[in-house]
């Protein structure tokens, strides 16, 4: 089958991989334009552009499709049966999305119609969500609305972290992609329309939501530090006894709900109320409390949190912020 994908970050790549395994004709690979990142700030093309150069694949990297109808020549003149999106961060206009044979099919990372839009692997987790999976979809000129062709899921337990789901989800939606396209020939299978009940809407995020928020519970705020690493990051900020004082920012990467000590009740939420075994104990709103296992001071790595005290402790009165008068952490 003639195939042109469309993807960007690496979460696209087993799709791509799996494909050119499977034997399909890529004509054509679309991804977002070479970026500056990093501390460098050096020019770096996404991950889905790098695979497809170590495959041969021609790459292609508008700025953007809509009101271009130069791009929508270029499309059209692949002749593919069909373009395969995953994760492509680019609006498709319907002259797009109508040119292939056989259409335009999405490998979105959730139980549609639940967490449309752009971060549904870590709304997921912030939610409480026991589950999540991923949805084949016959894509149309709404967000994440089209009718499905196939969905799978995978359990979320307590300790599933943005990364572990994300890699899972990434090598389901390859598996997926190949069973759905491998006896196709003339025809898309049936599709089946979204429910119109149980839509929610996942929004892009900001390095701001990584602050943690000690007043809520221990619980809430260890679905936010699974969620949001390694992006945008989870992090408090602690005001040091120097003169004059200082705000650094810590990164949490991980910390664990823990009982709250009898005797600790009515703790102003973001105090270290206990340094046993070295792993600072903070008490979080509604009586509860968490265990901070690993954190990272600005310059450093991340670190377990006994190396960690070793170089910056942390005494119990300890109280940690959640101020945002200075920039957040950089990745």
Same mark, same amino acid.
């Given at each position: #089958? @003639? ?7 690496? *979460?696209?790549v087993?799709?791509?991989? $799996? ?12 991804s977002?334009? =070479?970026?500056?990142?990093? @501390? +460098? ?14 495959? +041969? ?29 995953? %994760? ?34 870590q709304?997921?987790?912030?939610? &409480?969500?026991?589950? /999540?999976?991923?949805?084949? #979809? ?6 994440d ?12 337990? =307590?300790?599933?972290? %943005?990364?572990?789901?994300?890699? @899972?989800? /990434?090598?389901l939606? %390859? ?18 329309p979204?429910?119109?009940t ?12 990584g ?37 650094? *920012?810590?990164?949490? &990467? ?25 792993? =600072?104990?903070? $008490? ?8 901070l ?8 790595? #991340? #670190? ?6 070793? &170089?910056?402790?942390?005494p ?6 959640? /101020?945002?008068? %200075?920039?957040? =952490?950089?990745?």
């Amino acid at each position: #089958m @003639r195939i042109i994908f469309m993807g960007t970050p690496d *979460f696209s790549v087993p799709t791509l991989h $799996a494909l050119h395994i499977a034997g399909h004709d890529i004509v054509a690979v679309y991804s977002q334009p =070479p970026r500056r990142s990093g @501390r +460098g700030k050096n020019i770096h093309a996404s991950p889905v552009q790098q695979a497809a150069e170590r495959l +041969g694949l021609p790459v292609f990297h508008p700025v953007s499709l809509r009101k271009a109808p130069e791009e929508w020549e270029k499309f059209a003149a692949l002749n593919a049966d069909i373009a395969i999106v995953v %994760a492509y961060g680019l609006l498709l206009p319907e002259v797009i999305l109508n040119t292939p044979r056989l259409g335009c099919v999405n490998v979105h990372a959730s139980l549609l119609p639940r967490w449309r839009g752009a971060s549904p692997i870590q709304s997921a987790i912030l939610a &409480g969500d026991t589950q /999540s999976g991923i949805t084949l #979809m016959r894509m149309d000129a709404g967000l994440d609305t089209g009718p499905t062709l196939l969905q799978e899921s995978v359990p979320i337990t =307590p300790k599933t972290t %943005a990364n572990q789901l994300h890699d @899972r989800l /990434s090598t389901l939606g %390859a598996e997926m992609m190949v069973r759905l396209l491998q006896n196709i020939t003339h025809a898309l299978p049936p599709a089946c329309p979204q429910p119109e009940t149980g839509v929610t809407y996942a929004h892009r995020l900001t390095r701001e939501e990584g602050c943690i928020p000690w007043s809520d519970d221990a619980e809430a705020i260890d679905r936010r530090i699974r969620a949001l690493t390694p992006w945008p990051s989870t992090f408090t900020t602690l005001t040091t006894s120097t003169h004059p004082p200082r705000t650094l *920012f810590l990164k949490i &990467g991980e910390a664990e709900p823990a009982p709250l000590p009898v005797n600790q009740t009515n703790i102003m939420p973001g105090t270290i109320i206990d340094n046993a075994n070295n792993v =600072p104990l903070v $008490a979080c709103g509604h009586q509860t409390a968490l265990k901070l296992l690993r954190i990272q001071r600005p310059g450093k790595e #991340m #670190m377990d949190a006994p190396t960690f005290l070793r &170089g910056l402790p942390l005494p119990i009165g300890t109280i940690l912020g959640t /101020s945002l008068e %200075a920039s957040p =952490p950089s990745p």
